[in-house]
């Protein structure tokens, strides 16, 4: 996926995300946090900023949320502390990729057992 394909998977989500919250007949909604269909399930996490991290992954993947929630704690640590990132711009961090690298093989470890 090149990063124009992401931008416009994150603008639908977003738009998704901002249409459910509105439409919904629950007070206090926060919007999709899962969306599941035939072939994959899409988790999000919204933080208290706005900003909103989505994973995709096959069916009936667990623990995805402490997965979100650790990515966002890696976005902070490397994204937001960098001088040269500027808000809202496609993130290209290599301390970012290689630990988000580190994360996600020992999330898919945990997962397998192994």
């Known amino acids: 996926m090149d990063t124009n394909d992401s931008l416009r ?3 639908l989500w977003h ?8 439409l919904s007949p629950t ?3 926060a919007g999709i946090e899962l969306l599941q269909a035939d072939t994959f399930d899409l988790h999000c996490f919204q933080s208290l900023t706005g900003t909103k991290f989505f994973v995709v992954c096959e069916l009936g993947t667990l623990h995805m949320e402490a997965l979100l929630k650790v990515i966002y704690e890696l ?3 490397y994204v ?3 001088p040269f990132y500027e808000i809202e711009m496609p993130i290209r961090c290599e301390l ?8 996600i093989q020992k999330d898919r470890i945990a997962l397998l057992g192994r």
């Open 9 to 11: 998977l994150a603008s």
């Open 15 to 22: 738009s998704m995300h901002a249409i459910s919250q509105q």
């Open 27 to 29: 007070t206090g909604c």
């Open 75 to 77: 976005y902070t640590d």
């Open 80 to 82: 937001l502390k960098n």
């Open 96 to 103: 970012f990729d290689l630990n988000l690298s580190q994360a």
